[in-house]
């Protein structure tokens, strides 16, 4: 034993000085990371407990729970956010995931065009979210825009709609736009992940008679489970904080009809100079992110091992 001992310790200290040789790698993005995501985390969740308009000279006073109070009991704004968001979260995990992965597995098959096909269906994933919103407006635009004149010109005019200025369409046709743009990066994903299926696997199967539903299921949709974990993750976590697409196609109209969490967090503290209910939607918003995101962690991490 002690013979063992002796010879574990090298590696330990070898272990011990790969350490301390990364931390002069790792302290700057470390610094970056706490002085731009941490703090400003911590500091948004610190003021929810004080009432504070936001300006060098007020003070912040110490109201404990009040700001958690009057969001849940008097601010109706925020459970129409908090049910946009939501009704957000189940559309973007149905919708665009189903899509993506139907792209993925039929560009990762032998087609004519298919890497132009993965390029132009990735393309809208590098725009910016404003500029996204931007084209989509004009898309969406009830005059001029490209909707309702192709339902004009196929003799569908009655269908013709102001889209982002009805209430009850508001929040999909901005959904839509995030399709658009999102659709693409869940695809890439994908197909990365397709790339790992193994190919002995599948040809064995087609050997002893499976067809294509029965390779999906029990060969390829298995392999890709950590893609799934990853792009489903990813999905709620963009999903609940979406912020820019909203802002540029409707600022949350009309009437509140389109607003979301994070949109509600920020016109609440800098466009109401209520830092303090402005910080308790964000921290909403954080709890809320990990109530959805860390049970479902652990089930996939379970039913890997």
């Not at 009432?51 to 110490?62: I, K, M, R, V």
């Not at 825009?145 to 999909?172: C, F, K, S």
Request: aromatic fraction near 12%; hydrophobic fraction near 55%; glycine fraction near 8%.
């Amino acid at each position: 034993m002690a013979t063992a001992q002796a010879a574990s310790a090298p590696a330990r200290a070898g272990k011990q000085h790969r350490v301390l040789r990364s931390v002069p790698y790792l302290a700057p993005a470390a610094l970056l990371y706490g002085v731009f995501l941490l703090y400003p985390m911590i500091d948004s969740v610190r003021l929810s407990f004080f009432s504070w308009s936001g300006y060098a000279n007020a003070a912040q006073e110490f109201v404990g729970l009040k700001n958690y109070r009057y969001l849940l009991t008097q601010d109706t704004v925020f459970w129409t956010a908090l049910k946009n968001s939501m009704i957000w979260v189940a559309l973007s995990v149905a919708i665009p995931m189903v899509a993506s992965l139907l792209m993925a597995l039929a560009l990762n098959q032998r087609i004519w065009g298919r890497n132009a096909f993965r390029s132009i269906f990735y393309i809208p994933s590098v725009f910016a979210s404003i500029t996204v919103a931007a084209i989509w407006r004009w898309i969406y635009n009830p005059t001029m825009g490209v909707i309702n004149q192709v339902l004009e010109a196929i003799g569908l005019g009655g269908l013709a709609h102001e889209w982002l200025g009805d209430p009850r369409t508001a929040l999909y046709s901005i959904f839509v736009a995030s399709i658009w743009q999102g659709v693409g990066f869940n695809m890439v994903l994908f197909l990365a992940g397709l790339q790992s299926v193994p190919a002995e696997l599948v040809d064995a199967a087609r050997v002893d008679g499976a067809g294509r539903w029965q390779v999906f299921r029990n060969v390829t949709w298995p392999a890709l489970r950590p893609t799934t974990v990853v792009v489903i993750i990813l999905t709620i976590i963009n999903s609940l904080k979406v912020y820019d697409l909203v802002v540029g196609m409707t600022g949350g109209g009309p009437a509140q009809s389109s607003q979301v969490l994070a949109l509600w967090s920020y016109q609440q503290s800098f466009s109401n100079h209520n830092f303090g209910a402005g910080g308790a939607v964000a921290t909403v918003l954080l709890i809320l992110s990990l109530c959805l995101v860390i049970p479902y962690l652990a089930w996939s991490m379970k039913g890997e091992d």
